[in-house]
């Protein structure tokens, strides 16, 4: 195996951090992010809007919004969960349903 001194890396490391720093020129970074976000647009802009989404936008429960208050009172009367350690309170995952208890 190839043993690395440690001087001739942290020389590498030193130059090219050195280089990093002199090229502060983004410019073609940022032309071709540009370059990006328009072929994404012509994308997003051909794909057909999905109705199913658009009507019901929170039809899943992870994507429900709560209050504060809403989620301060559920965080004190949930009870603590037998396979999270800690005490953790149950955040309904369905461990115990899928193992029978």
Known sequence: MNEID???LA??????IAAERQNKDLTPLIASIEKINSRLDVIEN???LRQSFAVSPNSHPSLERFVICEAADQSQE???CG???HNRP???C???G???F
Do not use: N, W, Y
Request: glycine residues 8%; aromatic residues 4%; charged residues 20%.
């Open 46 to 48: 051909a794909l057909p």
């Open 6 to 8: 440690p001087g001739v």
């Open 94 to 96: 369905s461990m115990c």
């Open 98 to 100: 899928s193992r029978g």
């Open 11 to 16: 020389e590498q490391i030193a130059r090219l």
């Open 78 to 80: 949930a009870k603590t």
């Open 90 to 92: 149950c955040d309904h």
């Open 83 to 85: 396979f999270e350690p």
